[in-house]
């Protein structure tokens, strides 16, 4: 049962950053613009949010509040990180895939960059605990309590929070419904009235903000506060694109998605605590490669029935009717 | 009037023949590109630390014409990476997984080296050979995804990146024969397995370079005078009516990919077998799990040189000067990773710039016959211009 509750705990933070970031995608390509750059936009939210910790972490605030804050930081950062790519894809109706590449290989050098000159490492890495060793009142309700309000991080409920807020948005506002009308057929949402470039500038910059927060959420969750140009975000903003496409672009299957790769994620990187699985003694690389594996064999199956946005990744243009 | 207007049409006609050749276009939008990445790096130096900027920019722009051996030397696998992701594009696929590929050549290579006891003078032939062979089986694998079960290549390629990596890494780490654990690097192959140098001194520069722009013309020959090639960029302007029209648009897919796959693995190969500058030893590989970056650098390397071949040889030629400078950038101060944010800022531009350069150019026209014709006729050409430039859109898309 410990073990269960280990995996749990630690599949959570796990699953939120990768349901954030691919809800993020979602909204992104809803609006017809897909978006590679994930996981650039991710660790330039994540390295904001880290300096902007490691500036305030000893000034004796709350680390809730920090995290708090941090996670505005990171929202702001991705946003307008992810101008960048809206302006290249809409405006100059770039190849929203190189220019996300692009975006992608900025980054890293960048962090590289600027920490070995100012920081003399690799990245940053803040010193301030958000661990929750037990949530007051809730943590004491049996096996609930044990799941999911005991050795965990706050950022598990922000992101559910942010599931549902997503969710409304999406299938409840007026703006979903013209967001995935410009996905899908963007000259018939023109023809009634409805400003495609501002609604894809719109999508874009949601998934700026979820992708940063997301990225935050990683560096907090999984790396212990570290952000660094050499690792990254361990191709979590790919994985994240994986997961949006195993839900096919809807957020309760998104959920859904992110809980069974974060599984497989949580499991691959603890083998070693698990008797059954080590005493198996199998090289613990095959389980690491293990998520990446899943996600292909998972869109080997679904990718044939795809209900992809249909004018994803095609610049909008009005004469070409 | 009607005179003046009649030549000024003509002198317009030859202005617009030159400067809208395809060939033309290009290297104009690719200069862009590498000047605003300059620009750019320039830029963040100035933030970074401002007094050593110009001599950083010095560095950069002008420090590789001393090390031109290494120059070429460090070309060869971003080549190679290069002219398979431009490869791939001409038939409108975008092999981000040219990082995996050239990793699996890599080891493929390192593998033949190490393992296949064979004469010296073949030795390093099959060892290449060896590298291209795994680079084609990493190549297909996406090729067949799209083929068959219409998964993007663009993500099979990202996963099936990591899961190289890693089993390249367990791999290497896993054999006592290739791998020392106290060096966390691969041992120095035996000389048979290396590729001859070219005697250059101080440089590692080999026969490596020359395969690889041999190659690039042979893939030049492939693309304009076959059929295969043929079909291939007829595909990549419209796959339905390259379909329509007969061509086998799934046996393309893979065929194109498992070449594209070659092609890094041969990059990998030329990376890995390259004797190094000490006598006896050789490059070698440190497992650390990160992903290759020759193969992200090749596709900047193919975007500058618009995915044309011999474009292609020049752009790794030229990138790899860059980043020649950029290390050299690191005795003022700065770090060599200036260079990636230089190339990173390089593709951002390059995929947009040569919509920017027709809009440019139609700026800079407009004024130049506002100039030449008084107020009378402007008008008359604007509209003639705008259809122009909206031909040139459809163009360069």
């Not at chain 2, 068959?148 to 367990?170: A, C, P, R």
């Amino acid at each position: 049962m410990n073990t269960i509750y280990y995996l749990i705990q630690n599949m959570l933070p796990v699953a939120i950053s990768l349901l954030l970031v691919a809800l993020g995608g979602m909204f992104s390509e809803t609006g017809g613009i897909v978006n590679i750059a994930l996981e650039g936009i991710m660790l330039f939210g994540a390295y904001f949010a880290a300096l902007f910790v490691y500036f305030v972490q000893d000034s004796g605030l709350n680390p809730q509040t920090i995290l708090l804050l941090g996670m505005l930081v990171a929202a702001i950062a991705g946003l307008a990180y992810s101008l960048l790519l809206a302006f290249a894809a809409i405006n100059m109706k770039a190849d929203q895939v190189i220019t996300g590449t692009s975006l992608n290989m900025m980054i890293p050098a960048a962090i590289l960059l600027f920490s070995k000159m100012f920081f003399f490492s690799d990245g940053i890495t803040t010193r301030i605990n958000f661990y929750i060793r037990k949530v007051p009142i809730l943590g004491d309700i049996p096996i609930i309590g044990n799941m999911f309000f005991q050795r965990t991080y706050l950022t598990v409920v922000i992101g559910f929070l942010i599931l549902i807020i997503a969710s409304l948005v999406f299938y409840k506002t007026k703006f979903g419904l013209r967001l995935r009308a410009c996905g899908e057929h963007p000259h018939a949402a023109d023809s009634v009235g409805i400003n495609v470039q501002k609604m894809r500038y719109a999508g874009t910059m949601i998934s700026g903000v979820l992708g940063g927060i997301g990225g935050f959420f990683y560096s907090v969750g999984i790396m212990d506060g570290n952000v660094n140009g050499h690792t990254g975000v361990a191709g979590f903003g790919f994985l994240a694109l994986a997961v949006m496409i195993f839900g096919q672009w809807r957020p309760g299957r998104i959920l859904f998605g992110a809980l069974f790769f974060a599984f497989l994620r949580t499991l691959a990187y603890s083998v070693s605590l698990i008797p059954f699985l080590y005493n198996l003694g199998i090289n613990q690389t095959y389980y690491r490669m293990m998520p990446y594996l899943a996600t292909m064999i998972v869109l080997a199956f679904t990718s044939k029935k795809s209900r992809a946005p249909k004018a994803e990744g095609i610049p909008y243009d009005k004469s070409s009717r | 009037m009607q005179d003046k207007n009649g030549l000024y049409k003509k002198r317009n006609l030859d202005f617009k023949s030159i400067t809208k050749s395809a060939g033309f276009t290009s290297l104009s939008s690719a200069l862009m590109a590498i000047f605003l990445g300059l620009v750019f790096g320039f830029f963040v130096m100035l933030f970074a630390s401002p007094p050593n900027a110009l001599a950083g920019l010095q560095y950069i722009i002008f420090g590789g014409f001393n090390r031109i051996g290494n120059v070429f030397y460090f070309a060869t696998p971003i080549l190679m990476t290069g002219l398979s992701v431009g490869f791939a594009f001409k038939m409108g696929l975008f092999n981000i997984g040219a990082s995996g590929q050239y990793t699996m050549g890599l080891f493929f290579a390192l593998f033949a080296g190490f393992m296949w006891d064979l004469p010296p003078g073949l030795h390093w032939i099959v060892s290449i050979l060896a590298g291209m062979l795994g680079g084609m089986l990493w190549g297909i694998i996406p090729g067949l995804f799209k083929a068959f079960l219409n998964v993007n290549e663009v993500i099979t390629s990202i996963m099936f990146n990591y899961i190289g990596m890693y089993l390249v890494d367990m791999m290497v780490q896993g054999s006592s024969i290739m791998y020392t654990a106290d060096k966390t690097r691969t041992k120095y192959l035996p000389q048979s397995a290396q590729i001859p140098s070219l005697g250059i001194p101080n440089s590692n520069v080999n026969l490596g370079i020359i395969f690889a722009i041999l190659i690039g013309i042979f893939l030049y020959i492939i693309l304009e005078k076959t059929i295969f090639g043929y079909e291939l960029k007829a595909t990549g302007y419209n796959k339905h009516a390259a379909e329509y029209a007969g061509m086998k648009g799934k046996t393309n897919i893979i065929l194109t990919m498992l070449i594209a796959g070659g092609l890094s693995g041969l990059g990998g190969a030329f990376f890995m077998l390259s004797p190094s500058g000490i006598a006896g030893s050789s490059m070698t590989y440190e497992p650390i799990n990160i992903i290759a970056a020759n193969g992200f650098t090749g596709i900047a390397v193919a975007l500058l040189g618009n995915s044309h071949p011999i474009g292609t040889i020049f752009s790794a030629i030229f990138i790899s000067h860059i980043q020649r400078g950029g290390t050299l950038a690191s005795l003022v101060g700065y770090k060599p990773e200036i260079i990636d944010l230089v190339i990173a800022v390089i593709i951002y531009f390059s995929a947009f710039a040569m919509i920017m350069n027709t809009t440019l150019a139609r700026i800079i026209e407009s004024r130049l016959e506002a100039k030449a014709n008084g107020s009378d006729d402007t008008v008359d050409n604007m509209v003639e211009d705008k259809k122009d430039s909206a031909d040139d859109m459809k163009g360069a898309e």
